[in-house]
């Protein structure tokens, strides 16, 4: 298995729990919120390039953008699929 996948699987769980922390209100279940960790950080590397900070950090940058990304994400799903807090 290549490291970079690994890499990804810890940032998304990471990020999800957090989220779900932030967020509150019912989770969608740990393999979801892994799932949304993993395209939070994808979202939140989109939106941070676009307003001008760099690719590059470390790993608390990386799970600080995923966790941003992942908020938007849950915030939007929340509201396509009605689920509140």
């Known amino acids: 298995m290549d490291h970079g996948i690994i890499w ?10 957090l989220t779900g922390k932030i967020m509150k209100g019912s989770g969608f279940g740990a ?4 799932i949304v960790g993993i395209i939070g950080a994808v979202v939140g590397g989109f939106i941070m390039s676009h307003l001008g900070f760099a690719g590059q950090g470390g790993l608390i940058y990386t799970i600080c953008v995923a966790v941003v990304g992942a908020v938007i994400l849950t915030f939007l799903l929340r509201l396509i699929t009605g689920r509140r807090a």
């Not at 990804?8 to 729990?17: H, N, P, S």
């Not at 393999?31 to 892994?34: A, G, K, Q, R």
């Open 8 to 17: 990804w699987i810890i940032v998304g769980l990471i990020a999800g729990f």
């Open 31 to 34: 393999l979801v919120d892994i």
